[in-house]
């Protein structure tokens, strides 16, 4: 087990204003001050299964869109979602502006700043909680994401899977422990800074880093098969046929579904690809010609999406099943799509 008391986190510390990144949600020369917890819970909602380079540029436009929390709470989701579009986990967008409108509506625009009180609000889980309470509150919250969970693995030997529930709980507690008394986000801060920039996944760079005096892993060779990788497991497969129906110079949309996947957004028509069974369309069509294949993979599942173009017939009018409009591709750019749909436009514009 590390030695975490002071020679630690005042290496830890010093490494860290010496080589954190200029991150747009961060204090810096160009940004002193306080932090503004609003941009805390925005980028660490962002960065949950994002790399940090994605995120940035997102960020930026988000905030530059919604400033404040009351801005955020105020605004259609559809433009929200439109600002998320690309970014993937959607979810994480409607949790986002549901806990802007609480804090506004309900706690009368104070942004809670312990980490129970975080929990309550909607996509608020321990780590996220933790993250802006310790980085925007300075509270002593213990946090663990896969960078600190990795560096804790290392720096303690830990060679079990950290996704182990009983590992997982001892990641935690031990976070807890090494927690200093000041600066406690900025330590936090900088566990993430070294995981994801010096402790890497794979070749770690341990002669650059400011702690590896203490680390177990590193002293006994092993701090490359630490974590234990892995298990890998089978992906599911799921097919789709999507149809780009055209009436002019426009094209049906439909909006999906408020829950589930792609929650609330916009997609050309897309029906499960049954085997030897007619696809039950909106609006009568004209023959369909196959124009490409999508692929689309998330963290559980695969999607595979055959693309078809069709004209639909003169007079025929869409259900009203579900919200459906008709659209230019210049006017799709005002609602948001989905990756793979994203991709379809790309298809027909190249056409």
């Given at each position: ?54 995120v940035i540029p997102y960020f930026n436009r988000f905030i530059a869109r919604f400033p404040t929390l009351a801005d955020l709470a105020s605004a259609p ?190 997609q050309f028509v897309t029906v499960d690809a049954v085997p030897d069974r007619a696809a039950v369309l909106p609006v009568k069509i004209g023959p369909a010609v196959q124009i490409g294949t999508i692929s689309h993979t998330l963290t559980h599942r695969r999607y595979e ?47």
């Open positions: 087990m590390i030695d975490a008391g002071a020679a630690f986190t005042r290496r830890l510390l010093r490494w860290y204003d010496r080589s954190r990144r200029d991150l747009p949600w961060r204090t810096s020369p160009q940004r002193p001050g306080p932090l503004d917890p609003y941009h805390v819970l925005v980028s660490e909602t962002m960065l949950q299964q994002t790399q940090v380079a994605t989701l559809q433009e929200v979602l439109r600002l998320w579009q690309g970014l993937g986990y959607y979810s994480r967008a409607h949790n986002l502006q549901a806990a802007a409108a609480i804090i506004v509506n309900k706690l009368g625009g104070q942004f809670p700043s312990q980490p129970a009180e975080l929990s309550k609000l909607h996509g608020i889980g321990r780590y996220t909680a933790g993250a802006v309470a310790s980085i925007a509150f300075n509270r002593r919250a213990a946090i663990l994401d896969g960078n600190v969970a990795r560096v804790l693995c290392r720096l303690d030997r830990i060679e079990e899977d950290p996704r182990i529930l009983r590992v997982r709980e001892g990641l935690w507690t031990r976070a807890g422990k090494i927690l200093p008394r000041e600066r406690v986000g900025d330590f936090n801060s900088a566990l993430m800074e070294l995981g994801a920039t010096v402790c890497t996944p794979k070749q770690p760079q341990c002669l650059l880093c400011p702690v590896r005096r203490h680390c177990q892993a590193f002293a006994n060779g092993r701090q490359d098969q630490i974590p234990a990788p892995r298990k890998s497991r089978p992906t599911r497969l799921l097919r789709r046929k999507t149809y780009c129906i055209s009436w002019k110079d426009r094209w049906l949309i439909e909006q999906r579904p408020a829950v589930g996947r792609w929650a609330g957004m916009w999406f055959a693309v078809f173009r069709a004209s639909a017939v003169n007079g025929s009018r869409p259900r009203n099943d579900r919200p459906r409009l008709w659209a230019t591709l210049d006017e799709l750019d005002q609602y948001p799509l989905p990756r793979p749909h994203l991709k379809v436009v790309e298809m027909l514009k190249s056409q």
